[in-house]
């Protein structure tokens, strides 16, 4: 006669599948910690401006300055922002002509001429013409009524494009530079505006 076959108490079936679970999920863990291990500091997020731009771009990178992102040559002299137009990028420089740092950013639709200002008003946090909570607003120059002011987005974020037809002077950068940009652009400091 036959033994009839036994059946597993179903904790044991649970008790079974679980440890077989954790067994996985320890063996993806080894294997993903022997993978690459990318990472990306604060300054490398982007964030905003004074008002939205149209030319939204790739997450702004360093805030030290690369050899290829040297302070352009017509720039002046002595402790001031300098803004290129083109590279959309601005520095920090010291007295000595040093930069200090470098910050890549996303202008709005509204350029400022190319030539010399003075940092004429700050304000700690303001909406910015497209809605978003901004901060360290450092405004330098006006065109047709539209004010050009460097800033950034409290929460981080990189502006969206901008409605069409939309006059924006906002000059946005990632968080940490923003605060960097504040620290250095005091009320009075010298910018320059470079192609």
């Known amino acids: 006669m036959p033994v009839p076959a036994r ?10 599948l679980t440890a ?17 291990h990318p990472t990306a500091s604060a300054a490398d997020r982007p964030n905003a401006s004074a ?13 030290a300055t690369p050899k290829a992102a040297k302070v352009p040559d017509s720039s002046g002299a002595g402790r001031r922002i300098v803004y290129s137009l083109g590279q959309h990028r601005l520095w920090l420089v010291d007295a000595d002509d ?22 004429s008003l ?11 909570a901004i901060e360290h607003v450092v405004y330098f120059s006006a065109v047709s009524g539209v004010n050009i002011a460097f800033s950034n987005a409290v929460d981080g974020s990189s502006p969206p494009p ?28 010298k910018v320059r505006v470079v192609e």
């Open 7 to 16: 059946r597993l108490p179903s904790w044991a079936w649970v008790t079974g």
């Open 162 to 189: 901008a409605a069409a037809g939309a006059r924006t002077g906002g000059i946005r950068m990632a968080k940490a530079d923003g605060t960097a940009l504040w620290a250095f652009g005091e009320t009075g400091t």
């Open 51 to 63: 008002s939205a731009s149209a030319k939204p771009s790739a997450t702004p990178k360093p805030s």
């Open 122 to 132: 700050r304000k700690d946090a303001i909406t910015g013409s497209d809605g978003v």
């Open 98 to 119: 040093t930069a200090r740092r470098t910050i890549t950013v996303w202008p709005g639709t509204v350029d400022p001429v190319v030539g010399s200002y003075t940092v």
């Open 20 to 36: 077989g679970a954790i067994a996985v999920v320890v063996a993806l863990t080894a294997q993903a910690e022997k993978g690459p």
